[in-house]
C-alpha cells in the first residue's frame, strides 16, 4: 500500500524533438534502452508521435466515454474532479497530479515508506520506487458496489504489471501498474481508493517532476494511458522492467494512433 503527502512541483527538461506545434518528446521511451544507462533509437519506426496520439486520447476524453459516474480525487489537490474515460477499445485515459510513491524494494528517506507495492515483480521481489516507473490505482470499489460508480481495475481487464503511456509536458513514458490506495476515506491525502495522481519515484524522473518523496510531484496535467489485456502486462524484474516499458512505447503508440483512426 502507498503513502501520499501533497506536492508542489516544476516542468522538466527534452529527449527527442517531434512534431509540431506541439513538441512531444520521449524521455527514455522514444528509445529502446539496452541497460540503465544505454538505449537505441527506435523513433524513426513510430508512425504516430506522441503529440498526435495525446491529442488523439484528449479528443476522445468526451462525456460519452467516461466510465465513472462518480468523480475521483486528485491525489495533489483533494479537489474531486478527475474523471476516466475509454477512449479507444479497451484503452483507458485519465489526467491528474503526479504525487510520489517512494515504495517497494528500493530505500528511501521518506518517512512514509513502506518496503512492499501490491504487485511484484516476475521473481516476487517487492517493485523498487526509484528502478520502475509504476502508476498507482485505487485498490478496490470504495463504494462496494458492482459495477463500482468509480474505475476500479478489477472490472476492466487490467492486472498488475499493466502498461501505460504517461505524458507530461511533451514527455511521453512506459510505466507499468505496480502499487495501489486503500479504501479508507480520509480528510488528507492518505490511501483512499477513489484517488487518481500518484506514480513512481522513477516515473517522475524520467518526465521530469521533482522526484523526492517529500517535496515532489506536480499538482496536474499528467495523463495516464493504460492498454488493458494480457498482452500488455510486462514481465520482468526490478533490474530490466524499466527497460522493458520504454520498449513497448512506440508499439503503443502506433496501436493507439491506428486504433483511434489518426
Known sequence: MSSKRRRIAVAAAAALALAAPLVAKVADAATTPKSENSTVDTAAAASFTPAQVLAGVKKNMTTPKKVNSKPHINTQTRAKNVNVFQVTSGVFAYTSSMAIDTDGSDSDHDPDHQGQTTFQDSNGKALGAHHVPFYVLGD??????????????????????????????????????????TANDQTTSDNDSRELGEASVKAAQLLGIPSSGTTGGVDNGVTVVILSGASWVVNGTNSNLNAKAQAMVTKALNTLGTSMGL
Open 140 to 181: 478496490d470499489c470504495w463504494d462496494r458496489k458492482s459495477p463500482c460508480p468509480h474505475f476500479f481495475f478489477k472490472e476492466h481487464n487490467i492486472k498488475g504489471r499493466q502498461f501505460a503511456l504517461m505524458f507530461y509536458k511533451g514527455k511521453c513514458i512506459g510505466s507499468i501498474f505496480g502499487d495501489t490506495q
